[in-house]
């Protein structure tokens, strides 16, 4: 089944502990991208990737980091999550100029 | 996208009824719209899409309208269900900026049995 996955489905944290979100696609696509979700705002990009070994910032980057070492990961790294991060994040994963594939999401909260 | 704020827009709708959620768009370059469903706790599932050389296209009870002129874009459910209730939004790519797609917070949509 063509999918994004992501974990975990939930974390609690606590300021300035270092964490990290997989996110994981199997269906070859090159294009993928982070957004965080805010109650009442769209969905905003946190960073994107347009192949292996290419990232870019969206529009929110601050305080968050991500790596793209092979074409189905990209995971999402807060080096010291404080607790404006607090947030749902959504990793979506698309072939180039095509429809954009989410995962489940990931509901973190940081105390 | 839609307004931005911290209330989401609610549409209620009997089940049987027809649904029409709208989305205004700004840019005149965009070019590639998709309007995505998302139910409470889960990720944004696609719905159906629409490319700027076309005013219309259905799918299985949705239809998109695009009109390019006003910048608005609508989706039409047809003979609303139980099960389509959830927050719909839609999302803009503008031309040759593959990158960067632009979303609306969103319409809550209620089905009433």
């Known amino acids: 089944e063509a999918q994004v996955t992501q974990n975990p489905r939930y974390l609690i944290t606590v300021t300035g502990k270092k964490l990290t979100v997989t996110c994981s696609q199997n269906m070859n696509h090159e294009y993928m991208s982070w957004y965080r979700q805010d109650p009442g705002l769209g969905l905003r990009q946190i960073y994107y990737?347009?192949?292996?070994?290419?990232?870019d910032k969206g529009d929110v980057p601050e305080g968050y980091k991500v790596s793209r070492k092979e074409k189905r990961n990209f995971p999402l790294i807060l080096e010291s999550p404080s607790p404006n991060q607090t947030s749902l994040y959504f990793c979506a994963s698309s072939s180039v100029g095509e429809k954009l594939f989410f995962g489940s999401g990931t509901q973190l909260s940081v105390l | 996208g839609e307004s931005v704020g911290l209330h989401l827009p609610t549409l209620s709708v009997q089940e049987g009824d027809n649904s029409i959620i709208n989305c205004a768009y700004s840019n005149s370059a965009s070019d590639y719209f998709i309007w995505y469903k998302q139910e409470s706790g889960k990720g944004p599932q696609f719905i159906i899409d629409i490319r700027s050389n076309m005013d219309k296209r259905q799918g299985q009870r949705v239809t998109v309208l695009l009109n390019k002129t006003v910048k608005h874009l609508s989706l039409q459910i047809a003979a609303t269900q139980p099960g389509d209730s959830a927050v719909y939004f839609c999302?803009?790519?503008?031309?040759?900026?593959?990158?960067?797609?632009?979303f609306g917070s969103g319409t809550k949509l209620n089905v009433k049995p």
């Open positions: 990737s347009m192949n292996v070994e290419v990232t």
């Open positions: 999302a803009e790519n503008i031309r040759h900026n593959f990158n960067k797609f632009y």
